[in-house]
């Protein structure tokens, strides 16, 4: 016979209980699901680009606002409906610059959107802002021990201490906006080295 009355009384699962699960059966839970704050939450599909700095900061990004292959600026994802900037965490930073598509290594190809691609700002290392440009390269480059990673390679390690590449963000254009497409591929932070 079934007890009805445990039903009745069955409580909400704690996000302990949600993420023991999770580990338990290998299926992901959403981040969602433990209502993390939107601004927290990693750029997610449908979010579009807004940029952080430079002469169009705080304007929706748009493939011509960028030279081709200048020095990435970088930029956060907006949710288009509730426009709540995804801010809350500095891991949700990107750094943005435009590219000849054709000269970019076949597999990520279709991560560019009008030849803007997006990479996470934190580098692999030990988690600095990837905030310099080697214009001759064209690698975006670490501050803090000097790795550098090939922007046409999909963030390939070309130098330096970083023990994998940068996470690149998928992007499209949506109405002539640059969009996310997809959540990031690849890790994003970095893994403490000592
Ligand atoms: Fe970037 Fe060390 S933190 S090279």
Redesign the pocket.
């Known amino acids: 016979m079934v007890d009805s009355s445990s039903k009745s009384k069955a409580k909400p699962l704690s996000r302990r209980t949600i993420f023991k699960m999770g580990l338990a059966t290998g299926i992901a839970v959403p981040m969602s699901a433990f209502g993390q704050p939107p601004a927290r939450m990693r750029p997610q599909p449908g979010d579009q680009l807004v940029f952080e700095e430079g002469p169009h900061q705080d304007q929706l990004v748009r493939a011509d606002l960028l030279e081709l292959e200048q020095k990435p600026v970088s930029a956060m994802a907006r949710d288009p409906q509730t426009k709540v900037l995804r801010d809350g965490s500095r891991l949700n930073r990107v750094m943005i610059t435009r590219i000849d598509t054709e000269k970019m290594t076949a597999r990520y190809q279709g991560n560019a959107a009008e030849g803007v691609i997006a990479y996470s700002a934190v580098?692999t290392?030990?988690?600095?802002d990837?905030i310099n440009w080697d214009a001759g390269e064209l690698n975006m480059a670490?501050p803090?021990?000097?790795?550098q990673f090939d922007i046409y390679d999909g963030g390939k390690v070309v130098g330096?201490?970083?023990p994998r590449p940068l996470a690149m963000l998928p992007l499209e254009v949506v109405d002539g906006v640059i969009t996310v497409a997809a959540e990031f591929r690849g890790r994003v932070g970095?893994t403490q080295q000592f």
Not at 125 to 128: D, K
Request: hydrophobic share 20%.
């Open positions: 580098c290392h030990t988690g600095c990837v670490c803090c021990h000097e790795s330096g201490p970083a970095f």
